[in-house]
């Protein structure tokens, strides 16, 4: 039962890290942050096995913080700009035809 909530422990901190980099980390870049990260990989590793099914098992117990990471990872696209107002046109600007009229002689 104590391997449960310290797998547990392990899932929600490592989960946290990467909510807080704003992206699902795979191992190497996880590594690249050994200063900062709150567990180390290899006891992480210890009790899930493999990188994958430690994120496998992060998704499906945790799904609210996996969601939140993935939100984080891609934020939703700008609103597109809206299109410039057509220019309108008065009867000022337009040309009135010109009649040509014909002199007899």
Same mark, same amino acid.
Request: glycine letters at 6%; zero cysteines.
């Given at each position: 039962?104590?391997?449960?909530? /310290? ?12 909510? *807080?980099?704003? !992206?699902?980390? *795979?191992?190497?870049?996880?590594? /690249? ?20 099914? %430690?994120?496998? #098992? %992060?998704?499906?117990? %945790? =799904? ?8 984080? *990872?891609? $934020?939703? =696209?700008?609103? =597109? $700009? ?5 220019? !309108? #046109? #008065? %009867?000022? #600007? !337009?040309?009135? =035809?010109? !009649? ?6």
């Amino acid at each position: 039962m104590a391997r449960l909530r /310290v797998r547990n422990e392990i899932l929600k901190a490592i989960g946290m890290f990467m909510l *807080e980099k704003g !992206k699902v980390l *795979e191992k190497h870049d996880y590594d /690249v942050f050994a200063n900062e990260v709150p567990i180390g990989s290899g006891l992480a590793l210890n009790h899930f096995g493999s990188w994958s099914r %430690l994120l496998q #098992t %992060l998704e499906g117990s %945790l =799904p609210e913080l996996w969601a939140e990471i993935k939100k984080a *990872e891609n $934020p939703p =696209p700008p609103p =597109p $700009p809206k299109p410039a107002a057509p220019k !309108k #046109t #008065t %009867l000022s #600007t !337009k040309k009135a =035809p010109v !009649k040509e009229e014909k002199k007899d002689e």
